[in-house]
């Protein structure tokens, strides 16, 4: 069984009703003996072990979840942040919520922090670099974890990963700027050796390889200060490039400042796409065309995942992608 056995598989394996697990990891005195060794020979077969403090939480409401995010101050992690923590509430959970600032010492300083105030379980975008003490603890203290929309971590049987489908994005990404008319694609963006930035980046080059065309990759900090300087690069260093596609939306709003002050027409020049679809991509000028991760249902979805581990005992499936689509606006459009 390659995820952790529930109350489910000792009642099929005991051949008893589920509600006579339960009675008997209550010790209820009405269960016979015989049928409490039985399910007790179950529940070692199965290798099930019950977590009697999430038990506890179930009969009365309450709970705390962490929420460990690697950059608050990129809106796509904060949008993500605020969904988890309503859909949570609305579950009757707390959660505390703690930004890394993409510091692995800092990470594996909270994430002690929040072992010791008692959180049932995390949910962690993790921070790269020396993260395997952050990890450790976290196996330790025994609890569920997600890792969500990076994995650092290789064990996903103890820290099962979810995350958007970041090649699919690249991908619809690519042949839509190819449909409008692009001759030469810059991928922009993201720090090089970073797994985010290959996923981002690999749709992009396998559909530009279909299309018989060169990648033009130029990787950087993900920010709109990059983005910036980026558009004035490609004008004087690679007048032939007449479009790019951003490693996130920060990118790409940089990239619409700078032609605008290079005097580049953003889609009838030069087209721009995004990904993660932030809120400000609709309302910015010209309105950003970006790869929607939809991190309101994503973040509802990691919710749902993390309370059925906590309350029923059903394991996430070791990694999982979400569906991705594409949000066209002026920026892209010939």
């Known amino acids: 069984m390659d995820r952790r056995p529930t109350i489910i598989d000792v009642a099929e394996r005991a051949g008893v009703s589920k509600s006579t697990v339960s009675l008997v990891l209550r010790n209820a005195p009405s269960v016979r003996e015989e ?35 690697n950059d608050l101050r990129n809106p796509f992690f904060t949008e993500f942040a605020a969904s988890l923590q309503m859909a949570l509430s609305a579950r009757g959970y707390a959660t505390v919520v703690a930004n890394t600032d993409e510091d692995a010492c800092l990470q594996e300083q909270v994430v002690g922090a929040m072992i010791e ?44 990963f979810t995350a958007p489908d970041y090649p699919e994005g690249g991908r619809i990404a690519t042949r839509h700027l190819l449909e409008q008319g692009a001759g030469r694609i810059a991928f922009v963006g993201g720090l090089a050796g970073r797994d985010v930035t290959g996923e981002r980046m690999a749709g992009y080059i396998e559909t530009l390889k279909t299309a018989g065309k060169e990648p033009l990759v130029l990787t950087g900090k993900p920010s709109r200060a990059f983005g910036r300087e980026v558009a004035a690069r490609l004008a004087a260093e690679h007048p032939d490039c007449d479009a790019a596609l951003c490693f996130n939306d920060l990118v790409a709003l940089g990239i619409l400042v700078g032609c605008h002050e290079a005097g580049r ?47 029923e005992g059903v394991a996430p499936p070791k990694v999982r992608r979400t569906p991705v689509g594409l949000v066209v606006r002026a920026s892209s459009r010939a």
């Open 117 to 160: 105030h008692g959180v049932s379980g995390l949910i962690i975008s993790p921070a790269y670099g020396a993260v395997k003490g952050a990890f450790d603890a976290m196996e330790r203290a025994g609890i569920p974890v997600m890792q969500v929309l990076r994995q650092v971590d290789a064990r996903t049987g103890r820290f099962p």
């Open 265 to 311: 027409s953003v889609g009838a020049d030069f087209r721009v796409v995004g990904f993660d679809d932030i809120e400000e991509a609709a309302h910015f000028w010209p309105p950003l065309t970006s790869v929607r991760c939809d991190v309101a249902g994503f973040g509802q979805g990691v919710v749902r995942t993390m309370l059925a581990w906590l309350e």
């Open 35 to 69: 049928t409490r060794a039985q399910v007790r020979r179950a529940m070692a077969e199965t290798g099930y072990v019950y977590n009697r403090a999430a038990a506890q939480m179930r009969s009365s409401g309450a709970g705390l979840i962490g929420l460990v995010i």
